[in-house]
């Protein structure tokens, strides 16, 4: 690794840090926004004027905003996330054991969705023009266009109502066999597999395509290489850092879907969370749950740059 | 307006002014035939629908589709056929209005820093850059939490989140303008910035802007749709599509028709968009991509 790519990681990893201080800031500002006195909301309609004062002081409402943004930051990174007001307990132990089930559905979804979407796109990608890979993009463009608690209500209406294979929508709370496991994790990670290997899928299909309209690779196949070997020899080490830059940006996919996911799913993850948060109106809550999906947002995308850099033969 | 195959070799009087010189193909054609459908539906929806969007005309909930019902009845037994031409209003109403606001700042944004340069440049590129790396259904989630979800607050708060798209993509295509001869000239001659962007970079970039007007047009459906399936999107009574689908819900165990035709209304849309900028001629999609 010479000075000129060192000096490239290193500006994309200052830009992602100055980046996450401005999403912070918008964050912070964006829940302080509610309109009403928190302090008031809180305590009810019976509460005495002192009283309503007294929690403002101890909440550090009647300080400026800016000092209240600063104490939130100094308190993330030294890992306390505040109490939340619907149930005052600590923040972080309402997200830990949620976070983990967010986690195991977004790995097990990627576990699914990289080796299908690879497959299909670098296919579709040698075999362009053919039907096969007319019928892989149709299909592509189509769930790439419609919102997904549509794939999620498809998938419900194939493998519950006519096929009845899984349950709908109810889920059981204890997991006690196998077979409980595979339901719970099956129609959530069907849906999230469908939206997320068809970004996957384009983006792949349109890395390789570029790689395979360079010249090299035409003057492989004019010196006589089959075509798997002009595509496994001589395109696909040099789509390899495209290709992995189009898995990363459309994991970030993931964190958009598991909000409509679990929601509609019952699924006890970090979106589900959040989304009650936002009808509770738990502030501290809904914070800590924005800054882990755009913490989760900017790792992957900066991830996807930082690939994109080092896999550039030009700068090694 | 869509088909004109006689002015493929007239270039020499009929240039730029012509929109009716461009050829359109037959799935392109297909696509603007739905959205115009849509856009009619939208304007016309109290004039046609045959029940009260609000009445309860259905004895039985979740009726299958009939004679009577089209599309089957909701939960409580209204007209899902009314509710879903209502609800066209709200879904291509607010996303076209939003998408016009977020393009048109976009791209003026992006032109202006194309032009301008320097620190401006900059610090517009990483504000918005900054901007675009909250995930849009989460930044939605916590506007829509923090002011309530009225249609002034939707519209804006969907065209701040796709303002950074609209403006990087202009900007790019602006700065590849930018560097060319007659926009010297242009300053040699001393025009000022609103000249240059308004006479020299505009029109040079107007066909890819339009294209990207359509893409974002389908994003901005998709996220108005999902925030009113989270239920924090257009409030009842009102309904848009993604509404519906969210007040149905329940009837999914049962396969009702009011479920799926909501979203299959929205599928229609955005696939429409989607196969018309496909298949635009590529005399207006010339885009870098």
């Keep these: ?316 | 307006m869509t088909m004109t195959p006689s002015s493929t070799s007239t270039t020499s009087i009929r240039t730029s002014g012509s929109r009716l010189g461009y050829r359109f193909n037959l799935v392109g054609v297909i696509g603007f035939t739905i959205i115009i459908a849509w856009a009619l539906v939208a304007v016309f929806a109290p004039l046609i629908i045959p029940y009260p969007v609000g009445e309860i005309v259905d004895l039985d909930y979740f009726g299958p589709m009939s004679r009577d019902f089209w599309l089957g009845s909701d939960y409580l037994g209204r007209d899902m056929l009314s509710r879903i031409l209502m609800g066209a209003r709200y879904t291509v109403g607010i996303s076209l209005a939003a998408v016009t606001i977020a393009c048109f700042s976009g791209v003026v944004l992006g032109m202006i820093a194309a032009v301008a340069g320097g620190w401006l440049d900059t610090v517009v590129s990483r504000f918005l850059d900054a901007l675009n790396s909250i995930p849009s259904k989460l930044f939605g989630l916590v506007v829509v939490a923090a002011v309530g979800s009225s249609i002034p607050v939707l519209i804006l708060t969907l065209s701040v989140i796709y303002i950074p798209g609209a403006y990087r993509f202009a900007r790019a295509l602006a700065v590849n303008i930018n560097a060319m001869d007659f926009i010297t000239v242009a300053r040699i001659r001393g025009e000022s910035t609103w000249y240059l962007i308004r006479s020299e970079i505009l029109p040079n970039i107007v066909g890819p802007v339009l294209a990207d007007l359509g893409l974002r047009f389908v994003f901005i459906v998709l996220l108005l749709s999902g925030l009113s399936f989270l239920g924090l999107g257009v409030q009842p009574p009102y309904a848009d599509w993604g509404a519906l689908v969210r007040e149905n819900i329940g009837g999914l165990p049962f396969g009702a028709p009011a479920v799926m035709f909501p979203s299959l209304a929205i599928a229609s849309l955005t696939i429409s968009v989607n196969l018309l900028i496909d298949n635009l001629p590529q005399k207006i999609r010339d885009r870098s991509e």
């Design chain 1, 1 to 316: 690794m010479n000075n000129r790519v060192l000096s490239l990681v290193l500006s994309r990893l200052l830009i992602a840090v100055i980046t996450l201080v401005i999403v912070s800031f918008a964050v912070f500002f964006a829940t302080t926004l509610l309109p009403g006195d928190t302090a008031s909301i809180l305590l009810g309609q019976a509460a005495t004027p002192e009283a309503v004062e007294g929690l403002r002081k101890a909440m550090h409402l009647d300080e400026p905003a800016i000092f209240r943004f600063l104490r939130w930051i100094v308190g993330l990174v030294q890992g306390d996330l505040g109490t939340s007001y619907a149930n005052e307990m600590p923040v972080a132990d309402l997200i830990a054991g949620r976070f983990v089930n967010t986690l195991k559905l977004a790995g097990v979804t990627a576990l699914f969705s990289v080796p299908i979407a690879l497959t299909l796109g670098i296919t579709a990608a040698m075999l362009r023009g053919s039907l096969y890979d007319r019928i892989v993009t149709v299909l592509t463009i189509g769930v790439i266009s419609v919102p997904e608690f549509m794939i999620a209500t498809s998938a419900v209406l194939v493998f519950a109502v006519y096929l009845k294979w899984l349950p709908a929508l109810s889920f059981a709370n204890e997991v006690t066999s196998l077979s409980d496991l595979l339901r719970i994790y099956a129609m959530p990670v069907i849906t999230l597999t469908f939206g997320v290997s068809a970004q996957m899928i384009r983006m792949t299909r349109a890395a390789v395509i570029e790689t395979l309209n360079t010249p090299y690779v035409e003057m492989a196949l004019l010196k006589g290489a089959s075509r798997p070997r002009m595509v496994f020899r001589h395109a696909l080490p040099n789509a390899l850092g495209p290709i992995v830059n189009a898995v990363a940006l459309s994991l970030s996919y993931l964190l958009g879907g598991v909000i409509i996911v679990e929601t509609i799913f019952n699924y006890p993850g970090v979106a589900k969370l959040m989304v009650d948060a936002v009808s509770t109106r738990d502030l501290p809550l809904i914070q800590s749950c924005a800054m882990i999906f755009c913490l989760g947002y900017l790792l992957l995308t900066t991830t996807a740059d930082l690939i994109a850099i080092l896999s550039n033969p030009r700068l090694r």
